[in-house]
């Protein structure tokens, strides 16, 4: 016996991935909905190889007899949305920024904390966090088991799928604007992005921070531990798919490069690609499409006592957002809602 599960955003790009997933992974599912603004009804969106579904009004549709809802609509809509399907029993499982730091509200990466899903039970909703902070956490939790973990120095590279459609669009016509001298003003960034890196990601904060940097802070603390000293900067890069960071790490103790790159290679969810060679390494551009955190570039940091560095890479579309979704919704079925 399946679930019934919508897919609230369905006609975004994550949206659309969450319905790829669920296809790829044979997610038990007995009807799927696909659910998006009054503008979107009515549209066609895929659902594997073969279905295609017809897009449903968010606004009026009744979450009553739905199991699980894959929301990423967006913060404000999630807000009003994803409540609502709770309190009609559907469990959410919610990809904004809206919920995750609310202390009664799970916020979960599955290969790092899935005890915490059995938290759902107080609001009816499950957190996914940050694409950013999925693949680090993904490949810290290891290092972390290994030799606890003081303190994380990230700097991110981060694709414009982050940022939506209109994002990658913007990206397509400026870099063909710069070919034909057709320059394309910027609209979805505060400056051109083709061709260029951005070192804002997010609205700015008080302490010169931005959001982006902030969530990654807190959300480590949150699905991590909540003494790990965290500093992040985010940056705005020229790739369409794939999210890449720099991570330094500042452990309580002596860990070796062998010893961590044993512990990644065992990892679930990591793949070691780490030759010293040109080339021995991974990028953007080969983890599109992919659901596994590569990592790379593993090596000593000899600027502090008990330091490791290394280099990671990620499809922020798929382990940044719809699988890990997906699999908590596995976690979800198989441990709490087995019919």
């Given at each position: 016996m399946g679930y019934k599960v919508a897919v609230i955003g369905a006609t975004g790009n994550v949206g659309r991935e969450m319905l790829q997933t669920l296809a790829d992974r044979d997610f038990p599912v007995d009807e799927v909905?696909?659910?998006a603004s009054e503008r979107s009804v009515g549209r066609e969106v895929s659902f594997g190889d073969d279905a295609v579904l017809k897009v449903k009004d968010?606004?009026?549709?009744?979450?009553?007899?739905?199991?699980?809802?894959?929301?990423?609509p967006g913060a404000k809509?999630?807000?009003?949305?994803?409540?609502?399907a709770a309190a009609a029993g559907c469990v959410v499982i919610d990809n904004t920024s809206h919920f995750r730091m609310e202390p009664d509200v799970p916020l979960v990466v599955p290969e790092v904390n899935p005890q915490a899903i059995a938290g759902y039970k107080?609001?009816?909703?499950?957190?996914?966090?940050?694409?950013?902070?999925?693949?680090?956490?993904v490949a810290l939790k290891p290092l972390h088991t290994l030799g606890k973990i003081k303190r994380v120095v990230v700097s991110t590279y981060q694709s414009v799928s982050g940022a939506?459609?209109?994002?990658?669009?913007?990206?397509?016509?400026?870099?063909?604007?710069?070919?034909?001298?057709?320059?394309?003003?910027?609209?979805?960034f505060p400056k051109p992005i083709a061709?260029?890196?951005?070192?804002?990601?997010?609205?700015?904060?008080?302490?010169?921070?931005?959001?982006?940097?902030?969530?990654?802070?807190v959300e480590?603390?949150?699905?991590?531990?909540?003494?790990?000293?965290?500093?992040?900067?985010?940056?705005?890069?020229?790739?369409?798919?794939?999210?890449s960071e720099t991570v330094n790490v500042e452990f309580e103790r002596p860990v070796s490069v062998e010893a961590a790159r044993e512990a990644l290679r065992k990892a679930p969810g990591v793949?070691?690609?780490?030759?010293h060679e040109p080339g021995g390494y991974a990028t953007p551009a080969e983890c599109a499409g992919e659901d596994a955190v590569y990592v790379s570039r593993l090596r000593k940091d000899p600027t502090i006592a008990n330091g490791l560095a290394f280099w990671c890479v990620a499809d922020n579309l798929r382990k940044g957002a719809a699988l890990n979704a997906v699999q908590i919704a596995e976690v979800l079925v198989r441990d709490y809602l087995g019919k």
């Open positions: 909905f696909a659910l968010l606004a009026d549709f009744d979450f009553k007899g739905v199991d699980i809802a894959l929301s990423s809509v999630s807000a009003v949305h994803s409540p609502r107080k609001r009816g909703i499950i957190a996914n966090p940050n694409c950013s902070t999925i693949q680090m956490m939506g459609k209109d994002a990658m669009d913007e990206l397509f016509e400026q870099t063909r604007g710069i070919y034909v001298n057709e320059p394309v003003p910027p609209s979805k061709f260029n890196v951005i070192p804002q990601i997010d609205s700015f904060m008080d302490d010169g921070s931005t959001k982006e940097e902030w969530k990654m802070v480590t603390r949150k699905i991590l531990d909540p003494d790990i000293a965290v500093h992040a900067t985010c940056v705005r890069v020229p790739v369409f798919i794939g999210h793949v070691v690609i780490d030759e």
